[in-house]
T-cell receptor, first 110, second 115 residues
Framework: SQKIEQNSEALNIQEGKTATLTCNYTNYSPAYLQWYRQDPGRGPVFLLLIRENEKEKRKERLKVTFDTTLKQSLFHITASQPADSATYLCALDRGGKLIFGQGTELSVKP | DVKVTQSSRYLVKRTGEKVFLECVQDMDHENMFWYRQDPGLGLRLIYFSYDVKMKEKGDIPEGYSVSREKKERFSLILESASTNQTSMYLC??????????????FGPGTRLTVL
């Protein structure tokens, strides 16, 4: 069955640095991959989508890469801010449904 | 903006009770989903629906049922609540566009505790 792995350990970084989160998957070749942000006690919020034929996607301070050979996506937040502290989830398409990773908790210290 | 609302933010029920969780979306989305989220297990799909009166099982449907009588409303039913159904329940909706990339919009979640 499809499996998605994200860094289970929380990521702690200093304000202004670049945060890099990893999403690895096995046993599947998704047509696209999505990243969501989730704040405590709230539902996930969509951030970015990248398709299998795209290497990189950017939105403001966010950048996502998608390597279908390595079966990996990297999610970068440049010039990170304390307000970026949250849990970030990656999700793979599964024919109209999504499979979510467990998420990586990011903490940006001032 | 798309709005997905859930009937309760917090709910406490007793073992054996029948529990209804309601979800309403206001963007005329065809697809609706129910997930539960538990620490260490992430989001797991319980049921989903592609259209009114249609439903399909997700990855963990046991102990749950759903109802979709109107396009905007998707209900999750716990027929006989058990303590292992204590969890955060999240509803989501998406539009079946031609792009084939169905971004999901989530509600705020219902934290259910079964005693």
């Amino acid at each position: 069955s499809q499996k998605i792995e994200q860094n289970s350990e929380a990521l702690n970084i200093q304000e202004g640095k670049t945060a890099t989160l990893t999403c690895n998957y096995t046993n599947y070749s998704p047509a696209y991959l999505q990243w969501y942000r989730q704040d405590p006690g709230r539902g996930p919020v969509f951030l970015l989508l990248i398709r299998e034929n795209e290497k990189e996607k950017r939105k403001e301070r966010l950048k996502v890469t998608f390597d279908t050979t390595l079966k990996q996506s990297l999610f970068h937040i440049t010039a990170s801010q304390p307000a970026d502290s949250a849990t970030y989830l990656c999700a793979l398409d599964r024919g109209g449904k999504l499979i979510f990773g467990q998420g990586t908790e990011l903490s940006v210290k001032p | 903006d798309v709005k997905v609302t859930q009937s309760s933010r917090y709910l406490v029920k007793r073992t054996g009770e029948k529990v209804f969780l309601e979800c309403v979306q206001d963007m005329d989305h065809e697809n609706m989903f129910w997930y539960r989220q538990d620490p260490g297990l992430g989001l797991r799909l319980i049921y989903f629906s592609y259209d009114v009166k249609m439903k399909e099982k997700g990855d963990i449907p046991e102990g749950y049922s759903v109802s979709r009588e109107k396009k905007e409303r998707f209900s999750l039913i716990l027929e006989s609540a058990s303590t292992n159904q204590t969890s955060m329940y999240l509803c989501a909706s998406s539009f079946s566009g031609t792009s084939g990339s169905d971004t999901q919009y989530f509600g705020p979640g219902t934290r259910l505790t079964v005693l």
